[in-house]
């Protein structure tokens, strides 16, 4: 699952009861990120839920955090990690906001830590990599330090350097697990299938009996197309850990690409049933919406997005629920249903608007806006406003340097190409959008059809159509197009 996410102490004790600073060294003696607290419970607290976490088992670790605090309640580093295992969105601001308060107390790598995460949920990514390149400046033989940039360089789909970052925590610590997932997937999103089973191996050596391992490799061979022996590997996981979530989505991804719609669906309110959290109904619930839709059942895969939503609505967690109302506009915008589309995508803009969150999360959501507007716009033929947005949507994307929307910037201009016929600079936008997106490659496809392109066209639609991700909305939305249009083109 991809998920992000000491010997000898040295005690310095002050009348003043100042922080603690717990300096970690290696046995070589470089030194470590610092951990800041008063208190030497709260630091062995706050290690047993750090590994759990860095194990992916996030909610076994959240005991372990909230006692630390509890111990010390101006633990800063313990509050990040508390937000990094929150089952809800609501709870994760919360937890930020608290640590956010208490940087200026921590260790300067701690402090760099908490804003990057900051800073990384206000949509800011130039400042995000600032603050861990500087980690890995300020603490270069840091294992930690490396495997939080590669995360990183891995969610910015910059492959490559994430493997060097990988490789450069695993050089400094061979036995420290938590690299090893990550370099796996990055092997796999660059198709190097034989370096990722090798990165997800050792990962299985170094903790043979934990979940996570064989949940990873299990998605590569989801990812290959190896089905079956993917499911055996998700069974693996859940015989270590019979809660990790997971392993159903998993399990039930296999299921619903091999169209054993029904038994993907059991399998998912088996995880629904054992749900301890509403983070992991949530889950199980989104899991489900998706297999509906690749199933074509857009009722079913309403009333299930309905439910997620009375989980938020129950706590009034604005983030998930305009995250919840942003899926449900795209449901009925794949539907056809753009005007219905378009109320649900500015609803969702409002509960943004009218909560607490951060200017940076509104501004963003702001932005998404546009181009939800702008593709509404184009499905409507109102060509005019669609190329407004889209451009507003370029402009104000590219002025806030937002990778994800810069992606998706291109794509509703190559959409607006496409439906004007100008095949070459659709194809020109479509290959500077989110390639790890399947719906992108059927995009482009559809681009290289149109310009006479037999060739690149069928290579790209049959990579959209057996790009087989894991509990993927936009799959599901393109998978049975991408499958019609293959079988009907010439064979060659």
């Given amino acids: 699952m991809t998920k992000h996410r000491f010997p000898p102490l040295v005690r310095a004790l002050t009348i003043c009861a100042l922080p603690l600073v717990f300096a970690g060294f290696s046995e070589a003696g470089n030194k470590k990120i610092p951990i800041t607290t008063s208190s030497q419970e709260a630091r062995e607290l706050f290690l047993k839920g750090r ?25 800063a580093i313990a509050y990040l990690n508390l937000a990094n295992s929150q089952p809800t969105a609501k709870g994760f601001f919360e937890q930020l906001d608290k640590a956010v308060a208490l940087a200026d107390k921590a260790s300067e790598g701690e402090r760099l830590m908490i804003l990057g995460v900051q800073a990384g949920a206000n949509g800011d990514v130039v400042k995000q990599k600032e603050y861990y390149q500087k980690l890995v400046a300020v603490f270069p033989d840091d294992e930690r330090a490396h495997n939080l940039l590669g995360n990183y360089l891995f969610g910015q789909q910059q492959f490559e350097q994430a493997i060097e970052a990988y490789k450069k925590a695993t050089a400094i610590a061979p036995s420290f697990s938590p690299p090893y997932n990550l370099l796996g997937y990055s092997y796999r999103s660059v198709e190097n299938y034989t370096e990722a089973e090798k990165a997800f191996q ?4 170094l903790i043979p009996n934990d979940p996570n391992p064989y949940d ?41 690409l091999q169209n054993k719609h029904a038994e993907a669906l059991a ?29 074509g059942n857009v009722q079913m895969a309403l009333a299930e997005l309905g439910k997620q939503y009375a989980l938020g609505e129950k706590i009034n967690d604005a983030a998930a629920m305009s995250g919840d109302l942003g899926t449900l ?12 589309a378009l109320a649900k995508f500015e609803k969702s803009l409002q509960l943004i608007e009218a909560s607490s969150l951060s200017q940076g999360v509104k501004d963003f959501a702001k932005r998404g806006n546009l181009y939800n507007a702008g593709r509404v716009a184009l499905m409507k033929k109102d060509l005019a406003t669609a190329k407004a ?45 989110n390639l790890q997106n399947p719906y992108t490659l059927y995009r482009l496809a ?7 392109d037999a060739k690149n066209a069928k290579e790209l639609c049959q990579k959209a159509a057996r790009f087989n991700a894991l509990s993927n909305m936009n799959y599901a939305f393109m998978r049975k197009k991408a499958e019609q249009k293959l079988a009907a083109m010439p064979r060659s």
Avoid: C
């Fill in 51 to 75: 590994d759990l976490q860095e194990r992916l088992q996030g909610q076994e670790s959240l005991q372990y955090f909230e006692k630390a605090i509890a111990k010390d309640p101006n633990f």
């Fill in 202 to 205: 050792k990962y299985i050596k």
């Fill in 216 to 256: 990873s490799y299990a998605e590569l061979l989801l990812k290959m197309g190896r089905f079956d022996e993917s499911i055996k590997q998700y069974q693996a996981a859940l015989s270590h850990n019979p809660n990790f979530a997971a392993s159903y989505y998993g399990t039930a991804t296999d299921l619903s």
């Fill in 267 to 295: 399998q998912l309110q088996k995880a629904y049933d054992i749900a301890r959290d509403d983070g992991e109904r949530r889950g199980a619930l989104f899991a489900r919406t998706v297999v509906y839709v690749d199933a």
């Fill in 329 to 340: 506009g795209n449901i009925l915008y794949e539907s056809g249903k753009y005007d219905e």
């Fill in 389 to 433: 947005k889209a451009e507003e949507f370029r402009a104000q994307s590219e002025a806030a340097k937002n990778t994800f929307q810069i992606w998706l910037a291109h794509e509703l201009a190559g959409s607006i190409a496409l439906t004007e016929k100008n095949y070459d600079q659709a194809i020109a936008h479509f290959q500077q959008a």
């Fill in 446 to 452: 559809l681009a290289y059809e149109g310009k006479g």
